[in-house]
């Protein structure tokens, strides 16, 4: 018997490089909130199928004109959190994608689309359900690029009793003006009242949210940023880290090279991966 | 060491169609174009049958005097681009290899076998229904060698909405004048009407189709064109790089060191399918 | 003799690698403008001594409460520049450290200190006629590190004929407001007018300077900016990056994990050299 | 032990000079017929101050705007002839490269101007004598870029029993027409007469020399020929393989990514060493 174990942990290197994990990109479920069906993708690890243990999650969304399809097909999510959780550097977890492609406002309440409302109290639930997922908000994390930075931004700030940690990539952080908001609300809805612009303004710009927030409540998560110097999101994320900086709200903070583009996120994945592994793995 | 031997031989399998790809060559189609039963072969990725996503697709073209094996046997598809996919320098997609071998002429229409029309009106729609595969222009690449090479010229030339990037390695560009294609089709069909090898000569060589084709649709076609020094079709492959550069089309142009052969074309397949994964990856 | 040989057989490999340059940390010069004599530093490249060739300059300053030695001692500039030099990164220039240590204002002229003059007027001309330094803008860069961050941008702004390449790292960006001048320059030089404090804020704070510069200039020089997220200065290098991507300046922007270290400017020095390189290079 | 120490101590500074080559980058000749001082820079290899052998020698040519520093400051031939004949891929030689700075015509004889005379007549004899250089065909090369690549093409086609190889790199191969020729020259020699233009024409075009030239003559010259694909003298280039290739004049042709620029001829020259080495080995 000895000699199988020599054998086998011989042989083990070998074997580890087989493990693959496995993704789906057409699940659906149906919405009371929003009163329709929507899509989402999903990422197992290596071994779920067979293992009986539960997992941490990742809920990792994607950004404007794209659908929950994108961090597979351009983000590469299967080849680089198997990698990471090969080396080592990711613990295993189910990585949820959920569907905001819209012509309204993506992850936020906006009148007759109250995706928010959808998202936490319709589609958390559901997929804790369906997989093998540890429900809590250590196990929890949120991360996303662009418009789903913003997402990541704004669940972080406002439901921060949910996430361990929050990874905005090139973030929209939310209209900077209440003139922009203004202006992109109305082309969208016509019918808006100025008063829900206004509210709308004050809810879904993370610099007015951190303003007014509870920042012990913003500091029991994890922050970690990252915006490329090229990008033209540049200024909503350096007053961010401004802000959080002058708040004293700790958080990682990375100006790479580059610009809004899917080769910067795909270079800012395993980064993501490592830094909620930390939480998930209680460092 | 019976068990031993046992227990590896039980976990080998299982462990290896975990990280490789699949390759297929005995499958069939009937066709009511060309009337008849066409061979094609298949590269499915790793995890293909577990995963429940779909996948772009690459069509990989033989080149003269070979058929739908050729890019099995002697272009180690398999090996190729299970390592291109496992060092991420490839994405994970599906490559179909159809069979053009043939006495008359290959990928396009001439009298009495109209390949061309069977390739995009019943070979297309029939292995994208058939596997899981995202069917439209940013999803879909076609490359191909020598006659397969002047598949790929002719198709992006003349199917600009089809293909996000075209590939033609040590490409035949089609016979270089009109007396070369007579000579070349009154060999192979001599009952063919002096009209219709001028009708040939003039949409099926690639430098005539540049020469009144739309630039601009052109230009929405990724082109990467590699043809060796040591290569018998090095003038057509010249020529092409000169009135590309002349019309402002923007294509990648490689000369190596090598002739018409498989070492040369097994040494352009990870630099092709690193090239089609960049318009996959929405870089 | 059989374990000489050995010996020096096994010493092979590192003697191959072992190509140094040189650094000089107690060089003199007489400043009739600052009435003293000043010290300063130089790296210069392997095979200087023997070869005849002349090369390209940095100048490289140090931070405040430091000196001309900081860079060898603590920035192992011997080490950093040997090793670009040698891995074809970087190409061979000399390196010149002055020294600014001082209880006054470091690189810029304050009443009775005329420190810029000096640098402009009597260093550069002493070092680029005392080794073989091409004296030319585009083979002359300037970086440096906190105080010495400062002075690159202040040197590069004021002084953009000078210079073809810039890289502040850490950068004291100059006194954010008046009050904060007003505050450090009077603690300094008690004696100090209110006029030569307005004066020296409009002058050398690099948010004042860009706002009042000659945008063609300031683009003549190519800038590297590196700021670590845990650094105090974070928000003179934030509101950097915002004004000059408004300005649409080019510049590189780093923010890497740390904070105001010789580990994070160690870490920083090699893409220096690379990106001064880049200029020398002529790519 | 102590010996061994000794003898250690005492190899070190000869190991030390005995890995790196040397650069002069000031030498100048008087040339009686140009009238003129002319300067040129020197690559001698690792050793050649204690060696008391003689060596192959290369002919470095630079582009236009440039001068005989131009190889050593942008195109790092120090670093990069060491790396090669450190790794055996290139043989120890001397680099010799000529100043041919010129408002008037580079490399070639033009009224008042008769540079190619100065170069086989002076140049050549007097640094091959200068120095421990082996004079004959076999042990001589020429390379260069651009205005020099097209000095390369017109010296190897010219002067073949002079040359083992000559490597054109992105090479200006003429003016393609006599129009294009007129107008060149007329516009700096406003005294030129139309037949000089013609001769000029006649003799400084590549594709008119091989033209007319004998065919195993040039066969005795091995050429390497690179050029980029976003170069803008890809059309010349390109129908010189063309032309050689009908002639079946042996020549290695290489097409790489890249444009008219350094970080192209830097990524070239160890291909160029090995090349020309190819001869200077009797491979």
Tied chains: 1, 2, 3, 4.
């Excluded at 994108?70 to 999510?77: A, D, N, Y």
């Excluded at 928010?116 to 997929?127: Q, R, S, T």
Aim: charged content about 25%; aromatic content about 12%; glycine content about 6%.
């Amino acid at each position: 018997m000895k000699k199988i174990t020599f054998l086998i942990a011989l042989l083990f290197p070998v074997l580890l490089n087989a493990q693959s994990g496995k993704v789906m990109d057409n699940l659906k479920m149906d919405s009371k909130i929003l009163k329709m069906e929507r899509n989402y993708a999903v990422y197992l690890p290596p071994g779920y199928e067979t293992s009986e243990r539960s997992y941490p999650v990742l809920y990792l969304l994607h950004g404007a004109t794209d659908n929950h399809t994108g961090w597979i097909q351009f983000g590469e999510v299967l080849h680089i959190t198997d990698k990471a959780i090969q080396e080592g550097t990711a613990t295993p977890m189910i990585i949820i994608m959920p569907d905001a492609d819209t012509k309204v406002m993506g992850y936020f309440n906006v009148p007759d689309y109250n995706y928010e409302d959808f998202f936490f109290e319709e589609f958390i639930p559901h997929v804790e359900q369906k997989y093998r997922i540890k429900s809590t908000k250590r196990f929890r994390a949120v991360a996303g690029l662009s418009m789903g930075g913003g997402g990541s931004f704004m669940y972080g700030l406002r439901h921060p009793d949910m996430f361990s940690s929050a990874c905005p990539l090139s973030a929209y952080v939310g209209p900077l003006t209440l003139e922009q908001a203004d202006l992109s609300m109305k082309r969208r809805n016509p019918g808006i009242t100025d008063a829900q612009v206004k509210s709308y303004f004050e809810n879904y710009n993370a610099l007015n949210l951190l303003a007014k927030a509870d920042v012990e409540k913003v500091k029991s998560v994890r922050w970690y940023i990252d915006c490329g110097d090229d990008d033209f999101l540049y200024e909503g994320n350096s007053q961010m880290h401004i802000e959080m900086r002058k708040k004293e709200i700790p958080h990682e903070y990375r100006v790479r090279d580059g610009g809004h583009r899917w080769s910067y996120w795909r270079s800012a994945l395993p980064e993501v991966l490592r830094f909620v592994s930390d939480s998930f793995h209680q460092n």
